[in-house]
Structures are given as structure tokens and as C-alpha cells.
């Protein structure tokens, strides 16, 4: 059973998990953003993590970004077209 009971967005102390090896899946661009920054010290809580770099997760959550990280690594084939209008 999966359920959202913590409601941290990377402000503060990082949670506590309610039991060690629980995944913290966060559900917003700025959760994800603090879940990257604070990876070292969410594992160290007991915290099981899916993450990547801080940048790489902002470059996500923003579209213009993303399309220039894309571009960046030879991967725009692999995004749909932009258009500037």
C-alpha cells in the first residue's frame, strides 16, 4: 500500500521515514529539486531514493531547458517538436 503522508518540500530538517528502506517518491517539481539536493542525507535517514542531479531535475521541470539540455546531449530527436509561437 502506497500513500503521500509527508508533506516536505525541502525546507527544513529531511522527514523521517516511518520505517527504514521506505521510498520517498516526491509529487512536485520542488520536492523533486530538494529530493536531489538532499540525497546524501535522505539514505542516511533510511530513505530509498530514485533521483539524479539538482540540475538535471530542474532542467526537467522546465521546458525550455529541457529542450536545450536535449539539444545539448544530441537527444531532441527523442522530445516533441517546439514550436516558438
Do not use: F
Not at 38 to 61: C, D, F, K, T, Y
Amino acid at each position: 500500500e502506497s500513500r503521500n503522508i509527508i508533506n516536505w518540500k525541502g525546507r527544513g530538517d529531511p522527514p523521517e521515514p516511518p520505517q527504514k528502506g521506505c521510498w520517498l517518491l516526491p509529487t512536485s517539481d520542488e520536492a523533486a529539486v530538494a529530493v536531489a539536493q538532499q540525497q546524501a542525507a535522505l539514505n542516511a535517514l533510511g530513505w530509498r531514493l530514485v533521483s539524479s542531479s539538482p540540475e538535471v531535475i530542474m532542467n526537467l521541470g522546465n521546458k525550455v531547458r529541457l529542450q536545450d539540455y536535449a539539444k545539448a546531449r544530441g537527444l531532441l530527436e527523442h522530445l516533441p517538436k517546439r514550436y516558438s509561437s
